[in-house]
Structures are given as C-alpha cells and as structure tokens.
C-alpha cells in the first residue's frame, strides 16, 4: 500500500521552529522527487519545497526561502522539512507529496499553527 505519514507539526510562537517529517511506503522512495505543501483556510493549497530523488536540487516558495530547508533520507524513506523564524502567515496543514508517474500521493497532513 503506497502511503505517506506526516508528522511533527504543532503550535509555536513566531520566530520558533519546528521540523517536519513525512515517512514513505509502498514503493521505491528513492526513485522520485518529493515535496511539501501547505494549505491555509481559505487559500489554494501552494508548494512549499521540492527535492530530487538523490536530494541534489531543491526549490522554495519565495515566501519560505531563507527559512525552511527541505532535505530527505532515502535509507529512512523520509523527507523532512526544517521551519525556522516561523511568522503567523506560516499557519497551514502541511502535506507531502509523491508524483510516481501518473499517481499522485498526498499524506494526510500536519498542522502548523503560528501564534502569540
């Protein structure tokens, strides 16, 4: 069964961190690209951070370069996302994703919730 698992999400003050995971099964991680997206109340789910299969390239929103970092463990068939000087606007379920050939995989979600 091809699953994706987040985890790691919660409630932090601005300016915190937190670091995501997401666990892969079901098939052949180290065989495709990854990526994490977000989806605010209201708002269009939007990508976050890519990485390739070897972890060699990775691409950020403008919103979160500088801030978040994505990386990936092919051993652990995990790919996580680092999120430091978190701001309110970061608030979101975060979702990963995995695009083998014509299926797409959504995990379930984490929820990140910036607050004061």
């Known amino acids: 069964q091809v699953q994706l698992v987040e985890s790691g999400g919660g409630l932090v003050q601005p300016g915190g961190s937190l670091r995501l995971s997401c666990a892969a099964s079901?098939?052949?991680?180290?065989?495709?690209?990854m990526s994490w997206y977000r989806q605010a109340p209201g708002k269009e789910r939007e990508l976050v951070a890519g990485?390739?299969?070897?972890?060699?390239?990775?691409n950020y929103a403008d919103s979160v370069k500088g801030r978040f970092t994505i990386s990936r463990d092919n051993a652990k068939k995990t790919v996580y996302l680092q999120m430091n000087s978190l701001k309110l606007e970061d608030t979101a379920v975060y979702l990963c994703k995995a695009q083998i050939g014509q299926l797409t995989i959504w995990g379930q979600g984490t929820q990140v919730t910036v607050s004061s």
């Open positions: 990485i390739t299969r070897a972890g060699d390239t990775t």
């Open positions: 079901g098939f052949t991680f180290r065989n495709y690209a």
